[in-house]
Each structure stands twice: as C-alpha cells, then as structure tokens.
C-alpha cells in the first residue's frame, strides 16, 4: 500500500476543514496509509481573518499523529515542514484546498514535490473571492496530479479547467451525532411541543442567502408554528446587518439567533433540538452542515446549486427549491411542518448518512494515489 503525506489544518484550529481534515488523518492512520500528518502551528493573524478567532480547542480531537511544523504565512518556516516531508518519505502528499490564504504554502509544496500531490477540493476557488483569489487557485491546482472532490459538480470544473487531470468524487461523510437530552435541548430554546424549529447553522457568508431565508422565514403563513434556529458567526459586515433584521416585528417570535462562533461544546444542543436543517445558499460547491446535519437524521431544505442540489434528493431525504426565491422557500418550510413528510424525509437522511464513512473516504484516495503513483513511473513516464 503507498503511503500519503496529508498536509492541512487541526487542533486546535477550528472550522469544517481542520474537522474533515482530521477525521480524514484518523481514517489514513487506522488503515495503516498515513506517512505523516503536518499541521501548522499558527494560520494566519488575526487582520486576516474577518472572524472573531479561529481557533475552538474542542473543534475536532488532537491526534497524536499530529506534527505542527509551519506558519501557513511565514515562507521561513516551510523549509522545516519540507524537511519532514523528505523524512517521512510519503508515496504521494494530499492538500485540502479551500481558499487562497492557504495558496502559497501548497503550491510551494506541489511545485517541489518529487511525488504525486492530490488536492482535496473543498471550493475549486474562495466563495465570493476576487478575480485575484480565482486565478490564485488555478495557478496552484493547476500544480496537482489529481483531485479528490465531494461533488461531481466540482468535479465537472475541475475537468473543464484541468483536462486530463484525474479527478475522483466521494461526499463529506456524515458526523456521528453525540448523545444530547432532545426534550433538554428544546427547553434551552423554548421550543413548544407543537413547534416545527428548522435548523441554519454554521459560519453565516453572503454565498449562504441567511438574508433570503430571514425574508422567508417573514413570510410565513399563520398556522403550524415555525421557528427558525440561527446560529453562527457572521462574515465581516454582515453581523450589525443581521442583528437588525432579527429584531424587526415580522421576525419578532420566528427566530431564536447566535449570531457569533458556537463553541464545539454547545454545537450538539441545535442539532438536537432541530426538526430539520435548512440551506438557503445562493451558489454552493458542497456544505459541511448538511453532512453534519444529515447525521443528525435532519431532512434538509436546500437550494437546488451546486452540491446541494447532489446532497438534498428530493422527496427522499429533503426538498430542493430554486436560489434566491423567498416566497418558493417559505412553501418548502411550510411543508416540512407536515409531521408525516417530515417523519418520512428523516428516513431517508439517517438511510444517507449511512452510506459514506471515513474508512470508505480514505479507500477512494488511496485508489486514486495508487493510479498517480503507477501513472509516474519511469516506464509509464517514458511511454
């Protein structure tokens, strides 16, 4: 079996990525694949990031596998991760690749590797990035010899960017939920028994349509009671504009919000209390939350973009409506407060979260590096 070097962000780093990247680190080391997991020691400063921190010591477990060795923005201390690197001699190295902050450092490391390098393709380029961030991303996916991407809908562009380059697809596992009081957890939120609450949750970003979904959530007929759960830390600006929105009468009593970073400790609490999960997003390559949110046996209301519309199967384990539209996405909510449908779509998202794991995720990049690494051997190199 080749061995892979996973380069990318963990404890105590917060965030979907250093979770996925982890549980991925987790899954390479039980199957015996991992030749070493490097991670940073700092990621960027705090002027660069718009958040209020980006670190939650509870965010995902710290491996013991686990060599911070870098500062993803200090170029000085990449010679020390490159060094570790040669020592642990990997067959391939596999970066997940998510935004240009982190650009510099992987394409150092794909333009020296002396192996195969496979980038994990959470967003083939930052959500609502620059025409700056955009070619950023070309220029260092561009330096990989395959892609591991979690819909065919990041698939297709990568192939239409990178024709040739081997991509495989594998979705984001779901997360096993822990074990939280549902009656407990409603009372927190002084949820009625009759109340439908439908879950938002995660890191709020325009791309995400919070604002379309506010607008539905308004429109709400009377009847069955509907409140939504909000919770997350808004991007930049976004924060006073949504607190506004919030406090507004038509919302007065629909929503319950936390509008900041949620601890890992609290996380379980909205997810328990949920009857299912909502995911406004005006465009989308794929969505942790409704990885997370399926796990849960949440039924999803998605918008029908990008990997949404891959995850969310309609009738089955959610309800897909078009991007953008308030009044198509109030309908949908109010159908969601049918408890047959409801009981029905929960189904068929505890039958979804059981289809992909970890160890099923680790096994499709071993495949793909085992083709790379055949691929670039002397005697197929020279034809």
């Given at each position: 079996m080749?061995?892979?070097?996973?380069?990318g962000?963990?404890?105590p780093?917060?965030?979907?990525?250093a979770?996925?990247?982890?549980?991925?680190?987790?899954?390479?080391?039980?199957?015996?694949?991992?030749?070493?997991?490097?991670v940073?020691i700092r990621?960027?400063?705090?002027?660069l990031y718009?958040?209020?921190r980006?670190?939650?010591?509870?965010?995902?477990?710290?491996?013991t596998?686990a060599?911070?060795?870098?500062?993803?923005?200090?170029?000085?201390?990449?010679r020390?991760?490159?060094?570790?690197l040669?020592?642990a001699?990997?067959?391939?190295?596999?970066?997940?690749?998510?935004?240009?902050a982190?650009?510099?450092?992987?394409?150092?490391?794909?333009?020296s590797?002396?192996?195969?390098?496979?980038?994990i393709v959470?967003n083939?380029?930052?959500h609502d990035g620059?025409?700056?961030?955009r070619?950023?991303?070309?220029?260092?996916?561009?330096?990989?010899?395959?892609?591991?991407?979690h819909a065919r809908?990041?698939?297709?562009?990568?192939g239409?960017q990178?024709?040739g380059?081997?991509?495989v697809?594998?979705?984001?596992?779901?997360?096993?939920p822990?074990l939280?009081?549902?009656e407990a957890?409603?009372a927190?939120?002084?949820l009625?028994?009759?109340?439908?609450?439908?879950?938002?949750?995660?890191?709020?970003?325009?791309?995400?349509?919070?604002?379309?979904?506010?607008?539905?959530?308004?429109r709400?007929?009377?009847?069955?009671?509907?409140?939504l759960?909000?919770a997350?830390?808004?991007?930049?600006?976004?924060?006073e504009?949504?607190?506004?929105?919030?406090?507004?009468a038509?919302?007065?009593g629909?929503?319950?919000?936390?509008?900041?970073?949620v601890?890992?400790?609290?996380?379980p609490?909205?997810?328990?209390?949920?009857d299912?999960?909502?995911?406004?997003y005006?465009?989308?390559?794929?969505s942790?939350?409704?990885?997370?949110?399926?796990?849960?046996?949440?039924?999803?209301?998605?918008?029908?973009?990008?990997?949404?519309?891959e995850?969310?199967?309609e009738?089955?384990?959610?309800l897909?409506?078009?991007?953008e539209?308030?009044?198509?996405?109030?309908?949908?909510?109010?159908?969601?407060?049918d408890?047959?449908?409801r009981?029905?779509l929960?189904d068929?998202?505890?039958?979804?979260?059981?289809?992909?794991n970890?160890?099923?995720?680790a096994?499709?990049?071993?495949e793909?590096?085992?083709?790379l690494?055949?691929?670039?051997?002397?005697g197929?190199?020279?034809?």
């Open positions: 080749q061995t892979i070097a996973l380069v962000p963990s404890w780093l917060r965030g979907g990525i979770r996925t990247t982890t549980a991925l680190a987790a899954a390479l080391s039980e199957r015996g694949s991992m030749a070493g997991f490097f940073p990621q960027y400063p705090g002027a718009p958040g209020q980006d670190t939650d010591p509870d965010a995902c477990p710290r491996l596998e060599q911070p060795c870098y500062h993803v923005l200090e170029p000085w201390t990449w020390r991760l490159r060094r570790r040669r020592e001699g990997p067959d391939a190295l596999a970066l997940p690749y998510w935004t240009a982190w650009a510099p450092l992987f394409w150092s490391l794909a333009h590797a002396e192996v195969p390098v496979v980038a959470h083939p380029t930052d620059s025409w700056r961030a070619w950023i991303a070309r220029q260092t996916l561009g330096k990989c010899s395959g892609f591991l991407c809908h990041v698939a297709g562009i990568l239409r990178f024709p380059t081997a991509a697809v594998h979705p984001l596992p779901p997360e096993s822990r939280e009081d549902r957890a409603r927190r939120f002084r009625g028994r009759d109340t439908v609450a439908v879950l938002c949750f995660g890191l709020i970003r325009p791309y995400k349509g919070v604002d379309v979904l506010l607008e539905a959530v308004a709400l007929p009377a009847g069955p009671p509907i409140v759960l909000l997350g830390e808004p991007w930049g600006e976004l924060a504009r949504l607190r506004r929105r919030v406090s507004e038509d919302l007065i629909r929503v319950v919000a936390r509008l900041e970073w601890p890992e400790a609290d996380v609490a909205w997810f328990a209390a949920a299912a999960a909502v995911l406004p005006r465009s989308a390559t794929g942790a939350v409704a990885a997370q949110a399926l796990g849960w046996g949440l039924p999803l209301v998605g918008s029908a973009v990008g990997g949404i519309a995850v969310v199967e009738g089955v384990n959610g897909l409506v078009p991007p539209e308030p009044g198509a996405l109030a309908a949908a909510l109010t159908r969601i407060t408890a047959t449908l009981a029905r929960a068929g998202a505890r039958a979804a979260s059981r289809r992909w970890w160890a099923s995720y096994e499709v990049l071993e793909l590096v085992a083709r690494v055949a691929a670039s051997a002397p197929q190199r020279d034809g």
